[in-house]
């Protein structure tokens, strides 16, 4: 019997960056997970040290250290490891991390720019990611017109689209048609979304901040590690450059 002490398969797959916790949960319920070759669909199994572990085939290897990465994302890149339909994948712009199964905490949709991290790290990836952590992040957004303050109290207090209701935690105008919107909780695509509902749509939208982390002078399309440093205030619930 394994010992209480060795991880469960869900926390063993987030250590090994195969997954989040909760998708590691559904590939093993779905029999997509080994342990000494033999599916195992039980999540709360205890991983032995010096077991193999595989995720369809792919052996899924605890790293001899976590490695962070931070990438200034240009436009027209997708945010995954694997899309059929994607010319440009963001993680291949990554080089040097060979044996390392870096994954983005989040994402930026395809036309939109800026800071984005990876690692294979699952348990950091979760605490970026999930709303609950409370990591926020600060985008720079142009729009095709200024926006009067009452449409920047309504994208405060909360617009309805599509029958989910999308409120930003903080906007300001620093110039004309340029805004600074705060966020920990990004539905899909919701800046583009409540500024075309306002009747401004976005022309360019780009992150600047990730918790205490800030993208500075990185260049588009250039990456670089993070120092612990550097990991530990992207974890910070408000982010250094503030509105």
Known sequence: MAQSGHPNL?????MCGAASRRRAEVLV???HV???GRVTTDPAFRVAEGAHVAVDGVPAVLPHRFRYVMLNKPRGYVCSNSDAHADRLAVELIEGFDGCFLRSAGRLDKESEGLIVFSDDGAYLERVAHPRHLVTKLYEVAVSRPL???ELAAMRTGIVDDGELLRV?????KA???????LNEGKKREIRRLCARVGAPVSRLRRIALGGLTLGDLAPGKYRELTEEEVARSLRADPAAEI
């Open 10 to 14: 869900t926390k063993f797959l987030g």
């Open 29 to 31: 319920r779905t029999g």
């Open 34 to 36: 080994t342990v000494d």
């Open 148 to 150: 009067s303050d009452a």
């Open 169 to 173: 935690l903080e906007v300001a105008q």
């Open 176 to 182: 004309p048609g340029v805004l600074l919107i705060k």
